[in-house]
Structure formats: structure tokens, C-alpha cells
């Protein structure tokens, strides 16, 4: 296999369980890059979550919002998001169907937003931009609601049809994203935009989200921890997130030396 890509979800796939990455797995991505492979993130997280992590890391290409951005050295090359009506909707049935407790963030392009100011369930980005969803103007890329019911989580995308959701296995959250928003078919975009075969791309992942682009890639391979969904599915298991799997992986099969 002549791998040309390799892209990685963050969260417990590249990155520590405490959300770091090592010096270690920093400089392996770095001489991917020098020997002419492309290396990115695939990760559920918005553009406001990930800043840090590209100045450390520099990816050639970031896949965010769970498919809906793509970025190629920088530059937005696919943008995916629900109508604001369909915004709308979404906000307004989860209202009606969880009550007025329910907890509720977004992502758009450059912003993440929270119904919460203070009382977070989750420490994810405290910096976000608080809004109570009620006359939000603008259009999602991703919704994420806190709730493990799924029924009641499926009435709220009745009559949406532009609407897929997954459940995260780490935290009792669902996130509803626009049907053509996903990281597979980031990848598909991605795939032909730069003509890289699928087969000439590697993925690795961890849990419910990264399934597809896994079974879709030419190598997907699981981190240790990965989720058993994902472990069963994979071509390759690799160590666990806090052992560096990611670029352990890279280092034993020799895909540095193979270039």
C-alpha cells in the first residue's frame, strides 16, 4: 500500500485521554510531512476547539464539524450546514420534547455556541459563546443535544430530512449533523479534490463516528481503546491513545522508511 494520506481523529484517538499530545507524536507527523505524506485531523470538534492543536501540529488538512468543514493548507475547500430553518427547527423541537432544562451546543464556521453560561454538564470549550438557541440566527454546521433517550432524541429530527445523528460512547450527548456533512464523506470530497484513491489513505479512529471512514480507507486502524464497534471493523489495531498509537503505528510499519 503507498500511502499518500493519513488522517486521525483527535479525542482519544491522537490525542491523551487528558486531551495533550506527546512530543513524540508531534515530530513523527512532522517527518510524514518532509517525506511527502499528507497528514490532518477528522474530528468531530469545531474550528474553536482545535486552534491550539493546528499551531502545534500544523496539519496539511483538517476535516472538523464531523465531515461539514474541509480545509486544505488552510483554505476552506467544503462547507456543509443545515438551513437556518432547519437550524431553527431543531432547537425549537428539542425545547418541546426535552423542556427547557435541555442542553444544547452548536458549531458554525468559526464560532461554538452554548444554552449554558454557567452549570456545564462538560468542560469542553469554556470559552464558548453563550445563546439560548431561542431566535438563533444563523446556520449549524453541528448540533449536539445531552440526552441518551433515543426516542426522544428522533422526535426531534421528525420531519427533518436533512438530519443524521450519532450518539457520542464517552458522554451522554447525540450529535445531529446535515446528511452530507460526515467525516466519510469529507473524506470522498477530499479524495477527489486532491485525486488520492481511497486506497492510498489511512484512517484512524476510536469510537461510533469513525466507523465509516475506517471501513471506507484503504487502512483504517483502531487505537486500543477504541470502542468494540470500532475494534471489529478495523483492519489494524494499533495501542491505546495514551500509549501513542497513532504514531507508533506509523514508526512500526515502517512507513517512514517505505518513502
Request: charged share 25%.
Amino acid at each position: 500500500m503507498e500511502i499518500k494520506i493519513i488522517l486521525f481523529d483527535l479525542d482519544f484517538t491522537l490525542l491523551h485521554s487528558d486531551k495533550s499530545v506527546s512530543e513524540y507524536t508531534v515530530n513523527v507527523l512532522k517527518e510524514c510531512s518532509k517525506k511527502g505524506i499528507l497528514t490532518g485531523f477528522c474530528t468531530s470538534r469545531g474550528n474553536s476547539t482545535i486552534k491550539n492543536l493546528q499551531e502545534l501540529i500544523n496539519p496539511d488538512i483538517v476535516i472538523c464539524n464531523s465531515g461539514a468543514c474541509v480545509y486544505y493548507h488552510n483554505q476552506l475547500i467544503q462547507s456543509v450546514t443545515f438551513s437556518q430553518e432547519e437550524t431553527h427547527a431543531i432547537f425549537e423541537n428539542a425545547y418541546s420534547v426535552f423542556g427547557s432544562e435541555v442542553e444544547m451546543t452548536c458549531d458554525t464556521l468559526d464560532d461554538m455556541y452554548w444554552n449554558r453560561k454557567d452549570s456545564k454538564s462538560l468542560p469542553y470549550n469554556p470559552n464558548a459563546l453563550y445563546d439560548d438557541f431561542r431566535n438563533f440566527n444563523q446556520s449549524a454546521m453541528k448540533i449536539c443535544i445531552q440526552t441518551q433517550d433515543d426516542k426522544k432524541i428522533n422526535r426531534v429530527i421528525e420531519g427533518i430530512e436533512n438530519c443524521d445523528l450519532i450518539p457520542f460512547s464517552d458522554i451522554p450527548w447525540y450529535k445531529l449533523s446535515p446528511v452530507n456533512a460526515s467525516k466519510e464523506k469529507g473524506i470522498v470530497f477530499l479524495s477527489e479534490y486532491l485525486k488520492v484513491p481511497l486506497e492510498n489513505i489511512v484512517a484512524f479512529g476510536d469510537d461510533f463516528s469513525d466507523i465509516g471512514m475506517l471501513k471506507m480507507c484503504g487502512k483504517g486502524v483502531a487505537v486500543a481503546n477504541a470502542i468494540p464497534q470500532v475494534r471489529e471493523i478495523a483492519d489494524e489495531l494499533t495501542d491505546s491513545c495514551d500509549q501513542d498509537g497513532v504514531a507508533n503505528w506509523i514508526v512500526k510499519a515502517g512507513v517512514l522508511e517505505k518513502q
